[in-house]
């Protein structure tokens, strides 16, 4: 009766599955937040290296603007011998001696400074540098590479030896009217990419910044998993209870169920007791008639041996009469031990549904003898149309049982223990190792309704006048749990009913 849903969460083993399922989806959300944490973490470094560039850029382009800036020379600031130009080194009014400074070059030097203050490294560099020192390193050299093909900024990771993880951003650097000053020799035009400049931070303080976050995210996930975990759990305990419960229900149900049906098989036995007893007692008084008829005539005929003179037409008479009555009685004691013999046979397959070899005729005679005592009261036709010698092999006492139902079914519920009139048909025809039996009366019927619940154990149209409702699921049973076969009913309410059953068989002979 357990659902497969039940059996598999009755078992606790089972309840690991869930665990691990539940694990992997916290699990996987988990892993998307902090990818999410990361993923804001990178968004933030490289907009700041972008913001770092632009403002490198701009200072730049105030310079390019000036065609380059003086300043006065001193140590980090020396002439740069890669700017060829006329008025390079100048001295100013006061003696001072100056020295102009290019884009470039300033780049440079704000670079220094930047990587003493702030651990930021910007890098100019180009795939065809003027300055040896502006070489590109292998990151770089991939960077330019794609601004060539158009790409407008890029920024990744690198592990470095001394530095730790770092964040490095690169955009390029375009040639503008004010830049061709001074490169407009090296064949550069408006537009092109002259170089680039490389932004590169230490990631770790980034990642300590982002590590309260990722410890909240583990921690909020670890709380929920353990909450629903002890929530579903306990849940699926009561839950397993109940269907324990549940279950012990079903059982206990079904046991009295299958004592109902054989305290119903006990019944159909007994009804069959009274009827065979019924039966018995007609020959049986016959017989007890007539034989009490010839000990008359044999006083009689005492009488006549009596008398002094004995009339031989006489005596032939009384001796004629006695042989009439032993022939009555005879022929009823016959008839007697004929329904003795059915009624053994009856009682002892329906009592103990042992398997044997049997006339199927016979046995179809045998139940309608049986119910002789019913049926002969209505005014119902029983038609048989099975071979006399057509013989299986098997438990005729599941079959009688059977066929005592569905003709007490037609009895009761079709004919209305006799209000209506009608036939009743059995046809039984043996296939190759199947046996196929059409039971049909001309009943009343029934509903769609009554009909979709017609083998339903307890279902029964006439509760509180006897009927159990097990008879029809009783025949249901027989024919599919214990004969292996197959059981239809078609029926429309004033049309009668017809039972088509096949089950598998042993054929002994057809
Ligand atoms: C005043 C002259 C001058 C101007 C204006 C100038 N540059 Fe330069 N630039 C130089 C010199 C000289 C070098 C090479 C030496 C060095 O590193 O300073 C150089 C180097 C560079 C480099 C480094 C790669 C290399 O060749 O060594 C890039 C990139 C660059 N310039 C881009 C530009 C751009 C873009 C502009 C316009 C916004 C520009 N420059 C304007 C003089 C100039």
Not at 22 to 33: D, E, I, N, R, T
Not at 451 to 466: H, K, M, N, W
Request: with cysteine.
């Amino acid at each position: 009766m357990q659902t497969s849903v039940t059996r598999f969460f009755g078992n606790r083993a089972n309840w690991l599955l869930l665990l691990l399922l539940w694990a992997m989806a916290v699990g996987f959300s988990l892993q998307a937040h902090i990818s999410d944490i990361r993923r804001h973490n990178q968004d933030v470094v490289t907009e700041g290296a972008r913001n770092m560039f632009r403002m490198v850029l701009l200072t730049r382009l105030w310079n390019s603007e000036h065609g380059g800036v003086y300043v006065p020379v001193d140590d980090k600031t020396r002439p740069n011998p890669y700017l060829n130009h006329p008025q390079r080194d100048i001295s100013d009014n006061f003696g001072r001696s100056l020295t102009l400074v290019n884009p470039a070059y300033m780049t440079r030097l704000i670079s220094e400074l930047a990587k003493q203050d702030e651990g930021v490294i910007f890098h100019i560099t180009s795939l065809k540098p003027v300055n040896p020192q502006n070489v590109a390193d292998a990151w770089e050299r991939l960077a330019l590479e794609s601004f060539e093909r158009g790409v407008k900024e890029t920024n990744g990771f690198e592990a470095h030896a001394r530095e730790g993880l770092l964040h490095r951003y690169m955009a390029p650097l375009v040639v503008v009217d004010a830049c061709l000053k001074c490169h407009a020799a090296q064949g550069y035009k408006i537009g092109d990419i002259r170089g680039g400049i490389s932004v590169s931070q230490r990631y770790q303080p980034f990642l300590a910044a982002a590590l309260p976050s990722e410890r909240q995210a583990y921690f909020t996930h670890a709380v929920i998993f353990l909450l629903m975990l002890g929530v579903s759990w306990w849940l699926l305990e009561q839950l397993r209870r109940r269907w324990r419960e549940l279950d012990d229900k079903i059982v206990e149900l079904e046991t009295a169920r299958d004592e109902l049906v054989q305290s119903e098989k006990m019944a159909s036995l007994g009804r069959m007791v009274a009827g065979f007893a019924h039966e018995i007692n007609t020959p049986i008084g016959v017989a007890v008639g007539a034989i009490t008829n010839s000990e008359h005539t044999l006083e009689q005929i005492n009488r006549l041996l009596d008398s002094e003179e004995v009339s031989e037409d006489d005596l032939r008479a009384a001796l004629a009469t006695l042989k009439q009555g032993d022939e009555l009685a005879m022929s009823n004691l016959r008839r007697a031990a004929g329904l003795v013999q059915s009624f053994k046979r009856t009682s002892i397959d329906q009592a103990s549904d042992q398997e044997r070899v049997f006339a199927l005729r016979e046995l179809i005679d045998d139940v309608l003898h049986g119910l002789q005592n019913q049926l002969k009261r209505l005014p119902v036709v029983v038609t048989v149309n099975c071979r006399n010698s057509l013989k299986i092999e098997g438990a005729p006492g599941l079959l009688e049982q059977l066929l005592t139902n569905l003709v007490l079914n037609s009895i009761i519920h079709g004919f209305d223990h006799g209000a209506r009139s009608g036939e009743i048909l059995i046809k039984a025809v043996s296939g190759d190792k199947k046996l196929s039996i059409e039971y049909a009366d001309t009943g009343s019927g029934m509903d769609q309704e009554a009909l979709a619940r017609l083998f339903e154990p307890f279902f029964t149209t006439r509760r509180g006048q006897g009927g159990s409702g097990l008879g029809m699921y009783i025949c249901y049973n027989i024919v599919t749990a214990n004969l292996g076969g197959t059981l239809n009913c078609q029926s429309k309410p004033g049309e009668g009913v017809k039972f088509l059953i096949e089950f598998p068989a042993k054929i002994v002979a057809r």
